[in-house]
């Protein structure tokens, strides 16, 4: 049986008489590739969490003698614990508005909402770059949460933008911004359509169309 | 895994190694842009680390070698957990939990053995007292999961490893050959639905899985050939039975 016989049967397209243990071998794969698990994508922000608590406990027991980055980690503490206390006044404020009949379309935050991922590779301009993104859907369009490592800062006229694209290569832009890390960005095209994410660099000068100078890209896949 | 310098200067670990056209921050600060590169392509320092290096790194706390290892492991450790927990949330308190684990434990890491099977290891053993504490805390609740039962016998090792190599070779195919593999197993699509899903013709996405699974087996041979086994997920120590 050949190489091509097994990938055939392996990728649906043809049915031909396979040995039992080549058929009991493509299986095994089928069924792997069913999994769940295998298309699981973790939250966009948890390398962040992961990175926050390593900070942490290096700071209260490091195994090494401590090093500058982990300086770094203790700094942005204070800055964590300032958003902590932002949050926590919003969340009252929030309260307060829903008692005096506010009508807030919490929806938008359930768990249950329709999910997608992204996992974005950087381009031949941005090697060093890569991303995250997880698309929800809310009643008020997508709410896209990009978390983007390896790309810097852009000031000065000069910024990032943000794209969803369909296969037939339409682009709707999604926002734009000058840093990569924990943006918010919305979109009102469906990802099940526009299935491919990108980012490009752009001038102010350069007007609302795409520059082309793609650093970011990836497909997007629904998670839930 | 790459370390890269720029005059002497720390700049990011990397999987890629630096090229022109790319600005890079230099110190977090300071930027060497695209038009410089000549300028500082003389300086430029790409170091090709090890895992013994990196768990070095990684032990230090740097951030940004946290970074590095969670982007090179990150999903695979978190596929691992999923598969055991069944749930993407406990999943991720286990993902933070295992590289947490391991950075405790990184300044013991063996360098002779291969730092994503350590971390698969430990993985599953974060999974696993994610899984207890959270029955615990139910039963002292008076719950009962429903789900008890899907996780009172985790996967075996073998299974990890399955998992582990399949996302591992699936993750580095081409976007478009994750996407067809996706439509076609996961989402149990015909290929005339991945043809309308994708809109492009029936013909061309016979073609492109074809292409696609050709690359995933390709990537796999080595399962087939049998040169790798379950027993590089198991800890250089002691065994972990499934019910510890």
């Known amino acids: 049986m050949s190489e091509d016989d097994r990938i055939a049967y392996l990728a649906g397209i043809a049915d031909p008489r396979l040995s039992s243990e080549d058929t009991a071998e493509a299986q095994r794969l089928q069924r792997i590739l069913t999994e769940k698990a295998l298309w699981a994508e973790p ?17 209260e027991s490091p195994p090494d003698s401590g090093t500058a980055s982990v300086s770094r980690i203790r700094a942005s503490r204070p800055r964590r614990r300032r958003y902590t206390l932002l949050g926590i006044a919003a969340a009252v404020v929030l309260a307060v508005g829903l008692a005096v009949g506010i009508s807030v379309a919490v929806s938008n ?26 698309l929800t859907q809310t009643t008020s369009g997508w709410r896209i949460h990009l978390d983007a490592t390896g790309l810097p800062r852009l000031d000065n006229g000069r910024f990032y933008q943000a794209w969803l694209k369909n296969a037939a290569g339409t ?22 359509d526009y299935s491919t994410m990108t980012v490009t660099r ?12 793609v650093v970011l890209v990836g497909p997007t896949r629904q998670v839930r | 895994m790459i370390r890269i310098t720029i005059a002497g200067r720390f700049v990011h670990f990397s999987r890629e190694p630096i090229s022109p056209g790319t600005a890079y921050l230099v110190d977090g600060s300071e930027s060497a842009a695209a038009g410089d590169w000549d300028v500082i392509r003389s300086s ?12 070095a790194e990684f032990a230090a706390g740097s951030a940004d070698a946290v970074r590095a290892v969670y982007q ?58 994610v899984y207890r504490h959270t029955r615990r805390h139910e039963a002292h609740a008076g719950l009962e999961s429903a789900e008890a039962t899907l996780v009172s016998h985790p996967p075996s090792l073998d299974e990890l490893y399955e998992i582990w190599e399949v996302r591992r070779a699936v993750d580095s195919l081409p976007g478009e050959d994750q996407e067809v593999i996706r ?38 041979a080595h399962l087939r050939r049998g040169d790798a086994s379950p027993a590089q997920l198991r800890p250089a120590g002691r065994e972990v039975s499934p019910d510890e």
């Open chain 1, 43 to 59: 939250d966009a922000g948890l390398e962040q969490r992961v990175v926050d608590l390593i900070g942490d406990a290096a700071g």
């Open chain 1, 109 to 134: 935050s359930s768990s249950g909402a329709t999910t997608f991922a992204a996992t974005l590779s950087g381009t031949r301009l941005a090697p060093g770059a890569s991303g995250k993104a997880t």
């Open chain 1, 171 to 192: 682009a709707i832009p999604i926002g734009t911004f000058n840093e990569g890390r924990n943006v918010m960005l919305w979109a009102g095209v469906p990802p099940s």
């Open chain 1, 202 to 213: 752009q001038t102010a000068q350069g007007g609302p169309a795409s520059s082309g100078q």
């Open chain 2, 44 to 55: 430029v320092t790409t170091v090709v680390m090890g895992d013994a290096e990196m768990a």
């Open chain 2, 72 to 129: 090179a492991y990150g999903r695979l450790v978190y596929s691992v957990a999923f598969k055991v927990l069944g749930d993407a949330s406990l999943a991720e308190d286990a993902t933070q939990q295992a590289f947490l684990q391991a950075w405790r434990a990184a300044p013991s890491y063996d360098p002779a053995r291969a730092l994503g099977p350590w971390l698969a290891t430990i993985a599953r053993r974060a999974a696993i007292d």
């Open chain 2, 183 to 220: 439509l076609q197993h996961f989402a149990g699509m015909s290929h005339a639905e991945i043809a309308e899903r994708l809109q492009i013709p029936v013909g061309t996405v016979k073609s492109r899985t074809f292409r696609a699974h050709r690359r995933l087996v390709n990537l796999l």
